[in-house]
T-cell receptor
Framework: DADVTQTPRNRITKTGKRIMLECSQT?????MYWYRQDPGLGLRLIYY???????NKGEISDGYSVSRQAQAKFSLSLESAIPNQTALYFC???????????FGPGTRLTVL | AQSVTQLGSHVSVSEGALVLLRCNYS??????LFWYVQYPNQGLQLLLK??????LVKGINGFEAEFKKSETSFHLTKPSAHMSDAAEYFC?????????????FGKGTLLTVNP
């Protein structure tokens, strides 16, 4: 079984809809991250969490919110989706002092 | 603040040729450096990492990278490209622990391998 799972893997939604992307991990890591990937822009950090009570904004948090329901679960919400939020979204966990990160398979989100 | 520059958004090589993907970084503290690979429709997978010690690091699938502090570089190489190496490659830097357990990624280099 995959160590970091994301659901759904693909989602098409309409402008203005609320949508939640979910991430679960079995690696036992405290640190979890949400990124978005856009062609030619690499990965940009949306939110990150070092434990259930520690949540931090990344470089592009506007329009997004997160919830850390448990050590193993970290959800990303788009309160009112807009077309420029169409992207590939990755969840990752982090471990160790070197901050190696482990990625889920991604969720491809399309906002029409 | 740390940053990563990957020279060349697209690199094309012939099968059997040398692969060289360039990465330069900036960091105010000794960096930890990573190369990740993303195959089509998949997440990112760690290829190799530099933390401390030996500056030439070997990774999976025959890739290696050399940390050169004087040049602030961490270029990725493979002596002989294989068709299965076609993917997007990302260089990333971390300044390690303290309160900043974050990675900064480059914009990626798409590697095409021609038969």
């Amino acid at each position: 079984d995959a160590d970091v799972t994301q659901t759904p893997r693909n989602r098409i939604t309409k402008t203005g809809k609320r949508i939640m992307l979910e991430c679960s991990q079995t690696k036992g890591h405290d640190r979890m991250y949400w990124y978005r990937q856009d062609p030619g822009l690499g990965l940009r950090l949306i939110y990150y969490s070092f434990d259930v009570k520690d949540i931090n904004k990344g470089e592009i948090s506007d329009g997004y919110s997160v919830s850390r329901q448990a050590q193993a679960k970290f959800s990303l919400s788009l309160e009112s989706a807009i077309p420029n939020q169409t992207a590939l979204y990755f969840c990752a966990t982090g471990s160790g002092g070197y901050n190696e990160q482990f990625f889920g398979p991604g969720t491809r989100l399309t906002v029409l | 603040a740390q940053s990563v520059t990957q020279l060349g958004s697209h690199v094309s090589v012939s099968e059997g040729a040398l692969v060289l993907l360039r990465c330069n970084y900036s960091s105010s503290v000794p960096p930890y450096l990573f190369w990740y690979v993303q195959y089509p429709n998949q997440g990112l997978q760690l290829l190799l990492k530099y933390t401390t010690g030996a500056t030439l690091v070997k990774g999976i699938n025959g890739f290696e990278a050399e940390f050169k502090k004087s040049e602030t570089s961490f270029h990725l190489t493979k002596p002989s490209a294989h068709m299965s190496d076609a993917a997007e490659y990302f260089c990333a830097v971390s300044d390690g622990g303290g309160s900043n357990y974050k990675l900064t990624f480059g914009k990626g280099t798409l590697l095409t391998v021609n038969p």
